[in-house]
């Protein structure tokens, strides 16, 4: 099996900092996109940024500019770097990897149990 676990949520004032890591685990011969995705109270799930395995970026508008994804395939880790926090950034944050696992000959999406993004004005 695979586990997704993310670190580094929690409750900064508006203006501030915060970054999240996100490790994956177990059975895994190759990861393909790496993104973060927030769903806020009430709202759908959305996306916020991916980075794939040829390290091109996308950024949903709303944070392009503030937020920087990253990665690191030897440790199978995606982080996402937030600055200039807004309260509209307030959501449990989700990271999402395309695996493919040792032996098995296609891709699987895997999630993060999410991490919560308090932004405080």
């Known amino acids: 099996q695979v586990q997704l676990v993310e670190s580094g949520g929690g409750l900064v004032q508006a203006g501030g900092s915060l970054r999240l890591s996100c490790a994956a685990s177990?059975?895994?011969?190759?990861?393909?996109?790496m993104g973060w995705y927030r769903q806020a109270p009430g709202k759908q799930r959305e996306l916020v940024a991916d980075i794939t395995s040829a390290f091109i970026v996308t950024y949903v508008d709303s944070v392009k500019g503030r937020f920087t994804i990253s990665r690191d395939n030897a440790r199978n880790m995606v982080y996402l770097q937030m600055d200039s926090l807004k309260p509209d950034d307030t959501a449990v944050y989700y990271c999402?990897?395309?695996?493919?696992?040792?032996?098995?000959?296609?891709?699987?999406?895997?999630w993060g149990q999410g991490t919560q993004v308090t932004v405080s004005s």
């Open positions: 999402k990897m395309i695996v493919r696992r040792v032996g098995l000959g296609y891709w699987n999406d895997y």
């Open positions: 177990g059975s895994i011969r190759s990861i393909n996109a």
